[in-house]
Nanobody, 115 residues
């Protein structure tokens, strides 16, 4: 089992920045990739960014050049978000994929971009 806890969400003005954190615990040695997903009101869940054990990254087109995913081993993962706009408003979820093809989810953290 892997437990994930997100933090760092909040209210920010358009053009501002936020840094999300995800703390992982439990069977973290079995994690080979971690990621961030988001779900805006009335919209489908979408992948924001992923990072693998060997630090390969993948971003949604809508956040390329604005968001940066990083990690500190398998214990912590971050999402640096810059130039935020109202379309980035969503609940952001941390995920961890284990070598047994199981995906774990955090409880989510709200990001609201509004003036």
């Amino acid at each position: 089992q892997v437990q994930l806890v997100e933090s760092g969400g909040g209210l920010v003005q358009p053009g501002g920045s936020l840094r999300l954190s995800c703390a992982a615990s439990g069977s973290i040695a079995r994690i080979y990739a971690m990621g961030w997903y988001r779900q805006a009101p009335g919209k489908q869940l979408e992948l924001v960014a992923q990072i693998t054990r060997d630090d390969r990254t993948n971003y949604a087109d809508s956040v390329k050049g604005r968001f940066t995913i990083s990690r500190d081993g398998a214990k912590s993962m971050y999402l640096e978000m810059t130039r935020l706009n109202p379309e980035d408003t969503a609940v952001y979820y941390c995920t961890a994929d284990s070598v047994f093809n199981r995906r774990y989810w955090g409880q989510g953290t709200q990001v609201t971009v509004s003036s």
